[in-house]
């Protein structure tokens, strides 16, 4: 039989339970900071990322899956949230509708070499915020993602923090830059020497023992920005101080996709070994101008949550888990009662009811009870049928009580 497709993975129990935790943190957290949910398709038309994106970057030059549909137009599956949610805010116009921080959590396919914490398909979480330019706006970003971290239980990320400058700042490095590694280009690896004509700056990050040699002597971005562009800087850097949110400053950080400037950053986690970003973002003033659109500044992070549930391993004491019952009957045709007390019961309360669906001795549905770590086990035999009660056994302390089967609502809703 076939397995799953390369690089894919499914979820489920106990794992899913992490990923539901996940979600649920990230859609309260960044909520408490008003922003709204947005959902976009899977599939865009590859212009959109080709634009947005980049043609050089490697995730559209190298990673993205594309494909023409029966119509023979060329579609993308997501390869990132961003642009697909800038398409979106200029397509309904989110800038006049006061929409501005958004929100998303889903999918995400890029062509990669699978191995631990990188995946074909994988799963962002994520946020965007449109049309601010203020340091503010820089701050609030990382404030908010160091306490996602913290809300969902991670303690020990770092923030790696880096200025691109702008598009003219960039432009001028980039020029020095290429001169710089032009004259190495024998001592540069061949992934960089390839990135020489693509995209240069990008042989900045690489982790390359070679080339990260070669780069200690290279000109430095920072020699080319402006006293605006410095103290700019300067100041998100102050404010992160005076938070006491603990970062890291890292001129060679210029992330993968070409359209950041200004400020950018990673954050690292400290259990993942070689694929240690837990997620990532930065400033990116020109997207808006890439779709035609007037210029509009945005800033946004995005979260690998493959990453996040790496990091969490092993912390299943994170999950509140709600009380489970399991309904015993001592004969078959006291089944109709079980169906009605767990309509009952998980009507009245948030307990998880459950029972046998095949046939099972008394014995076996006891076993069954105790495999599936039932809190409680409720006990239908003739005495409670002749009695209209309940035994109720708590699996943990083996105490049992009988309770009338009218108040058995009321007991469990006390409970959970
Ligand atoms: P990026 O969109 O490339 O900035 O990536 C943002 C975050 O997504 C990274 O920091 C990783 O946590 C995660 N990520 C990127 N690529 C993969 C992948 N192939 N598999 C799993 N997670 C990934």
Known sequence: MKQTIRGTKDIFSPE?????????????TFTQFNYKEIRTP??????????????????????????????????TLRPEFTAGVIRSAIQHDFLNKHLQKLFYFGPIFRYERPQKGRQRQ????????????????????????????????????????????SKESRKRFTVELNSFLESKKSELSEDSQRRLTTNPLR??????????????????????????EVSRFESIKETLKLLSIPFEESNHLVRGLDYYSHFVFEITGTKLGSQDSLGGGGRYNN????????????????FGMERLILELEGQSNLLSKPTSVYILVAKQEYYSLALKLQSEL????????YFDLAEKSFKNQMKEANN?????????????????????????????????????????????
């Open 16 to 28: 899913i339970d992490l990923w539901v935790y996940l979600e649920h943190v990230a859609r309260t």
């Open 122 to 165: 994988f799963n962002q979480v994520g946020v965007e915020c449109i049309g601010y330019d203020s340091v503010k706006s820089d701050v609030e970003i990382i404030v908010m993602s160091d306490l996602f971290l913290k809300n969902i239980g991670i303690t020990t990320h770092i923030f790696k923090i880096n200025t691109l400058g």
């Open 346 to 353: 998980i009507s009245a309360t948030l307990c998880c009811v």
């Open 42 to 75: 899977l599939l865009e038309y590859t212009e959109v990322f080709q634009r947005a994106i980049g043609e050089s970057t490697d995730v559209v030059g190298k990673k993205m899956y594309t494909f023409n549909d029966r119509g023979d137009t060329s579609i």
């Open 287 to 302: 997207m808006f101008e890439e779709f035609g659109a007037k210029p509009t500044p945005c800033i946004g992070v995005s």
């Open 203 to 228: 042989i900045l990050d690489s982790k390359s023992p070679q080339d990260r040699l070669v780069l200690s002597d290279a000109p430095l971005l920072s020699s080319f920005l402006s006293a605006e």
């Open 372 to 416: 599936s770590e039932a809190d409680f086990v409720l006990i239908i035999g003739e005495d409670e049928v002749a009695n209209s009660t309940i035994s109720v056994k708590n699996m943990k302390t083996s105490e049992q009580i009988v309770v009338k089967m009218e108040e058995l609502a009321n007991y469990f809703s006390k409970l959970s």
